[in-house]
């Protein structure tokens, strides 16, 4: 169902702290806290003894305490004390995942601990990086997680779902290229003498038509950077531009939910806290109405699937790539299970 030797964001930095909080991800249960030093932890929110949501309970220290009957575990899923009980079984313990703290965010891997390899952890340093603004913000989709993804990788629609906002005709009417290396995907739009989109004017100024440019990276399963540029066209106007990143990390939560945690750092006006409120509230209108759109797809797919469409275009070049990749990933982990020896006991 779900991709696991992967990184997946499991929630801002902001949000977890010196106390238990939880979050479903891949549909598995996952609670989340600090330790006194500030290193994040997560283990499976699910004691063992009778399988209570440690969320629920409270830190002895570094240490989770269940609330049911007071059976506590290490930052490691070791139990360590176990009440009126004085033997602890060496199978009395909690699965943990290994957690990364990077850039703004949380990333967890569900999968094998040994393939935790932090440098696969996909590239947003636009969030903390000097120079760069950062804005962002968490929202809940009820929404498998694909189909923002697909949304992403195709931005004709933004002509139409946001066009008091970021979106123009323009957008749908241009050609795009598509390429990738590996498991990658690459989709580029450029735009040459347009109007500029009504939230483009609002946060830079424009008064001429302008050259814009996308450019759409996917990183498997469910990262996506988008590279987003104006300036005045041809070189008319003093407007500096605009230049940010959108990074989208989408998170599944189940087959038909999921988390997207999205960034939009810009290049230009820094430090002007009026242009950051202003690009936060216009995005997450954006991502409303795509919100909307998305969910409400979502609800009229089932019991099918968007394999029984009937109508395809050149946009969906990108986005059909991208799930051909995932499926391959999906694939690779399911030949690896089955392959596995099996306890006989």
Same mark, same amino acid.
């Given at each position: ?195 500029? &989109?009504? @939230?483009?004017? !609002? /946060?830079?100024?424009?008064? =001429?038509?302008?050259?814009? $440019?996308?450019?759409?990276? %996917? ?20 407007? &500096?531009? @605009?230049?940010? !990143? /959108?990074?989208?990390?989408? =998170?599944?939560?189940?087959? $038909?939910?999921?988390?997207? %945690? ?84």
């Amino acid at each position: 169902m779900f991709v696991r030797n992967t990184w997946y964001v499991a929630a801002r930095s902001s949000e977890v702290t010196h106390a238990l909080f939880s979050r479903r991800i891949c549909d598995e249960p996952i609670a989340l806290y600090r330790t006194s030093a500030g290193e994040p932890v997560a283990m499976i929110d699910r004691c063992p003894h009778r399988m209570a949501p440690l969320s629920l309970g409270h830190l002895d220290g570094d240490a989770v305490q269940c609330i049911y009957h007071g059976i506590t575990f290490d930052t490691t899923g070791t139990c360590v004390r176990i009440p009126g009980q004085a033997d602890i079984h060496n199978v009395a313990r909690v699965q943990t995942f290994p957690i990364v703290e990077r850039w703004g965010w949380l990333w967890i891997w569900l999968g094998d601990p040994a393939q935790a390899d932090a440098s696969l952890i996909p590239d947003a340093h636009w969030n903390t990086e000097p120079g760069w603004t950062p804005c962002g913000d968490l929202m809940h989709f009820k929404a498998n997680y694909q189909l923002l993804v697909d949304n992403l990788l195709d931005l004709s629609h933004e002509a139409f779902t946001h066009a008091g906002t970021i979106g123009n005709a323009v957008v749908a009417e241009t050609p795009i290229r598509v390429g990738g290396e590996g498991n990658t995907v690459r989709v580029e739009r450029f735009m040459e003498d347009c109007a500029p &989109p009504p @939230l483009f004017k !609002r /946060v830079c100024g424009f008064t =001429t038509n302008i050259d814009r $440019t996308q450019i759409i990276e %996917f990183t498997p399963p469910s990262f996506i950077m988008i590279d987003a540029r104006a300036v005045p066209a041809k070189g008319n106007g003093t407007t &500096p531009g @605009l230049e940010w !990143r /959108v990074l989208n990390a989408i =998170t599944p939560e189940t087959e $038909t939910t999921c988390h997207y %945690f999205w960034g939009n750092p810009r290049h230009f006006a820094q430090g002007d806290d009026e242009i950051t409120e202003l690009i936060h509230d216009q995005i997450e209108k954006t991502f409303l109405e795509d919100k909307f759109v998305i969910e409400g797809q979502q609800s009229v797919m089932a019991p099918q699937s968007l394999d029984q469409r009937t109508v395809f275009t050149s946009f969906d070049a990108g986005a059909t790539r991208a799930r051909r990749i995932v499926e391959r990933m999906l694939d690779a982990e399911r030949t690896t299970l089955e392959a596995a020896p099996r306890s006989s006991g």
